[in-house]
C-alpha cells in the first residue's frame, strides 16, 4: 500500500506517524477490502500542514482507481457553507440572527403546527431557527410523521429540484412545522429555506454568490452546484447499501444528475466538491474567517458559529426528535451550521454519501474523509476516524 503518512511532518506537529499509519491501514482492511465502501480519500493536516492524505479504492464501477483530485457530491457537507454565506449577510447589517424568517419569507406566515388546521406557532420562526434545525421543519427521511411522509410524497428532500426557489417555499408553506421554532431540534431542511433567504437577501442565485463570494476568494475551483462537462472524467460514482447487503451503484459519475442544469440550489445538499477544496474552506473557518488574504468573516462570528445555540444551552440527546442526522447525540451541541462536541470544541458535519469533515480549533487539526456510499449512518467510520487522531496526538496544545 506504501506510506500514506509524512512522517516528518506528523513529527513536527506533534502527531505520532505510526499510529496515524495503523489507523489508515484498519479502515482500508475493515471497509475498502471487505467491499463495505467503494473508496476513500482521507486527509489530516495540523497547523494548515497536511500530515497525511490516502487515496484508495475504486472511483467507479468498471474499477477505474480513485484519484487525488476527484469530485464528491458532499451533500450536507453545503450546510456549513450556505451558513457562512448568510453570516456574511449578518455582518454586512442586512438581516439579524433574531429577524422573524417572514420578514425575507413572507409566505411563511400562514404555518401552523402538526396538521394545517392546527395551533398557530408560540412564537415565530426565526433565522436562527434555520441555522440550528430549530425550525420545525423536517426531512422526508426521518420517516417518523404523517408530514415526513408528505415531504417524501413531494419529494422536497431532493438534491435536484424541478421547483424553483418560490416553488419550493410554496410546497413548505402548504405544510404544517413538526413543532414550534425553538421548542426542539430536528434534522430538516432548513438549511434550503436559509439559502432561498441568501438569494433573496443578495439578489444572487446561490451559485452565483457562493461563487462570487466564498469560492472565488477562497480558491475553490472545483466546487459548484452543477457539474461541468469538462471535469466529468472526474467525478465518481455513489454507491447504495442494498437491503440483502453488499452495495450497488446509485449514480453513475459519467451520467450523474449532477451534470444538469436544476432549477434550484439546494443549499441544504446540492454541492459537488473535492477534498482540496473542502480543506481550503475549513482552513478558512480554523483561521477564524480569513485564509490567503481573503477575509469572508470577522473572528468574532466564526467563534460564535462554532458556539453551542441550543435553546437552554441542551444537547442533541435532549433536544433532539429526529430519527437520522450526520451526528452523535449526547454530549453534543449545535451552533450556526454544524455540530460540535460540548466537552472538546471539535465543531463537524458530514453528508449522507459517507463524506465528513471535523476542526478542532485547540489542537489546529483538520480532519476530511470522503468517500461515496449512502446512507451515511451505516458505519461508523467517523467515530472511529475521530478517536484515531485524538489517540494519534502526541503533543497536545
Not at 474499477?63 to 469530485?71: C, F, I, N, Q, T
Not at 445538499?269 to 482552513?283: C, I, M, W
Request: a negative charge; glycine letters at 10%; proline letters at 4%.
Amino acid at each position: 500500500m506504501g506510506q500514506v503518512t509524512d512522517r516528518a511532518a506528523a513529527q513536527a506537529a506533534g502527531m505520532d506517524a505510526d499510529r496515524l499509519d495503523a489507523l489508515v491501514e484498519e479502515l482500508d482492511a475493515a471497509y475498502l477490502a471487505s467491499g463495505k465502501l467503494p473508496h476513500m480519500h482521507m486527509l489530516l493536516s495540523r497547523d494548515e500542514h497536511i500530515l497525511l492524505s490516502v487515496v484508495r479504492g475504486r472511483a467507479r464501477e468498471d474499477g477505474a482507481p480513485l484519484r487525488e483530485d476527484a469530485l464528491y457530491r458532499i451533500a450536507s457537507m453545503t450546510k456549513p457553507v450556505t451558513s457562512v454565506a448568510f453570516m456574511m449577510l449578518v455582518e454586512e447589517g442586512k438581516v439579524a440572527l433574531d429577524d422573524p424568517v417572514t420578514d425575507i419569507i413572507p409566505e411563511l406566515a400562514s404555518l401552523r403546527v402538526g396538521t394545517t388546521d392546527g395551533p398557530a406557532l408560540a412564537r415565530p420562526m426565526r433565522m436562527i431557527d434555520l441555522m440550528r434545525h430549530t425550525s420545525g421543519f423536517t426531512y422526508g427521511l426521518q420517516r417518523q410523521t404523517p408530514i415526513d411522509a408528505a415531504y417524501r410524497a413531494l419529494g422536497l428532500d431532493e438534491f435536484q429540484q424541478r421547483r424553483t426557489s418560490d416553488q419550493f417555499i410554496a410546497s413548505l408553506a402548504a405544510l404544517p412545522l413538526e413543532f414550534s421554532p425553538g421548542e426542539q431540534w430536528n434534522y430538516s431542511v432548513s438549511t434550503d429555506v436559509l439559502g432561498v433567504a441568501v438569494e433573496r437577501l443578495s439578489g444572487l442565485d446561490l451559485e452565483a454568490f457562493f461563487q462570487q463570494r466564498i469560492f472565488g476568494p477562497l480558491g475553490m475551483k472545483d466546487t459548484t452546484f452543477m457539474l461541468p462537462d469538462a471535469k466529468a472524467d472526474r467525478m465518481t460514482d455513489a454507491w447504495r447499501l442494498q437491503e440483502g447487503g453488499g452495495i450497488v451503484v446509485a449514480d453513475h459519475g459519467a451520467r450523474s444528475g449532477w451534470r444538469r442544469t436544476g432549477c434550484f440550489h439546494s443549499g441544504g445538499g446540492g454541492l459537488v466538491s473535492s477534498v482540496a477544496d473542502y480543506h481550503r474552506f475549513a482552513r478558512m473557518l480554523l483561521r477564524e474567517g480569513e485564509l490567503d488574504g481573503a477575509r469572508l468573516l470577522m473572528p468574532e462570528t466564526v467563534r460564535q458559529m462554532r458556539t453551542n445555540q441550543l435553546p437552554g444551552g441542551g444537547d442533541l440527546a435532549r433536544l433532539s426528535r429526529a430519527m437520522f442526522s450526520e451526528a452523535d447525540y449526547q454530549g453534543v451541541g449545535f451552533g450556526l451550521g454544524f455540530a460540535m462536541g460540548l466537552g472538546s470544541g471539535e465543531y463537524y458535519w458530514g453528508g449522507v454519501f459517507s463524506t465528513y469533515f471535523w476542526i478542532d480549533p485547540v489542537q489546529r487539526l483538520i480532519g476530511i474523509f470522503m468517500t461515496q456510499h449512502l446512507p451515511s449512518s451505516t458505519y461508523p467510520v467517523r467515530a472511529r476516524l475521530r478517536q484515531g487522531v485524538a489517540d494519534a496526538i502526541v503533543k497536545r496544545r
